[in-house]
């Protein structure tokens, strides 16, 4: 028989996407997905399940792919996964599910992540079909589980612990900070990458479970975790991200138009700076815009720039290419759109004009010595090597500790170094009986994936919790 070939996801041509905020990845047809789903060799032990943190019945939702049964299909994906559609295009597949594919060995791996966009964004075309419609009803509570409880952050940890629970029965109110739900979903993955109408959909999908959402709550500031128990919840489950930028700490880090990644793509993000003209968000980007960091946050800035308009972005890091952190996929998209690298090479100083604007960076070359703590080699400077490089916005991408707001507010909370909740990593449960934390909060910025995938193991230790408590 013949080897079916893995099938390629249709994109944006890059000359064209750089100019507009529309998704670069297209998405497969119908016949592209069927054919991908064949490839799947349906395994009698699937070893691409235990890549999923979710715990997706991958085989199963695939096989219907190929049968041409896509309401089987989707309802099998949303069993497990609350927001399939989300995973479908941020999950990094290729370093948890597919990386398991047994096809690895000798071919590419199963297509997992494009089929499973592929099947989620059939499932928001059929929205309309009243039988489809049947599936999204909230699940009956019983007497036992009409318990109140809190989740607090909207991001992919909040919204998966609090679907969870709500498919058990229980009675869940979830608080979001800002204005819109979503957390890093909705201010921190640019429009190209991952719409805003589907992160709205699959909110929208949560909240037709019986999940209640309230915006503008921050808290540790609106209201305790103390008094949210003193209001009558039984348990509290805390996923309040990873919200603190990094810096490098260099002279002149304080001059105009220089922005955390984080401010930056929130700008952007909930602003609707890439809804340019119609808004016309607060950001002067100039010609000229180097981003420190070379992970996906750093990509989705770069790329992000040179839509806002700049003609030079350049991504600074300091270690080799080999050594970059973001998906190979988003730097290859990158690339392809006119994002330049400075690789080995490590910013010394920024210096600014008479207006306290940022004009000039000045760099130091590098070379790799041994392996650090992280097990990649360690950048080590070129005496004399100092050189400048002309800008006009700086974008410091170099990672983010956890929101220590939250942590602070609960007396007795154990924390780590980083202020990080310490968590028991299979429950989720923290030193304080009834509070649970998982996601960002917990483990420090990691994958959405993997947030989802705390937010599922903590609902399950909460439901257990209220059982021996009752």
Known sequence: MEKIPRQKMPVQNA??????????????????????????????????????PVEIDIPGFIKKIAEQNFEEAIKILKDKNNLPAICGRVCPQETQCEIKCVLTKKYEPVAIGRLERFIADWGIEQIQDTRYKKQEKPRTMNNEQQTKIAVVGSGPAGLTCAADLAKMGYNVDLFESLHQPGGVLMYGIPEFRLPKKIVEYEINYVKSLGVSISTNVLIGKTKTVQELFDDGYKAVFIGSGAG????????????????????????????????????DTPINIGRNVVVFGAGNVAMDSARVSLRLGADNVTIIYR??????????????????????????TAPVRFIGDENNNVIKVECLKMELGEPDASGRRRPVPIQNSEFIIDIDTAVIAIGQNPNPLIPRTIPGLQLGKHGNIITDEKTGATSIPGIFAGGDIATGAATVIEAMGAGKRAARAINEYLKKSN
Not at 253 to 278: C, D, G, H, Q, W
């Open 244 to 279: 603190l930028p990094q810096f490098l700490g260099i002279p002149g880090e304080n001059l105009n138009r220089i922005y955390s990644a984080n401010e930056f793509l929130t700008r952007v993000n909930l602003m609707k700076a890439y809804l340019f003209p119609e808004y």
């Open 319 to 344: 270690r080799t290419e080999k050594e970059m952190p973001a998906r190979l996929e988003e730097i290859e998209n990158a690339k392809e759109e006119g994002v330049k690298f400075h690789l080995l």
């Open 15 to 52: 000359k064209a996407r750089v100019k507009n905020f529309a998704s670069v990845a297209l998405g497969y047809t119908e016949e592209q997905a069927i054919l991908e789903a064949k490839r799947c060799l349906q395994c009698k032990k699937p070893t691409c399940i235990e890549g999923c």
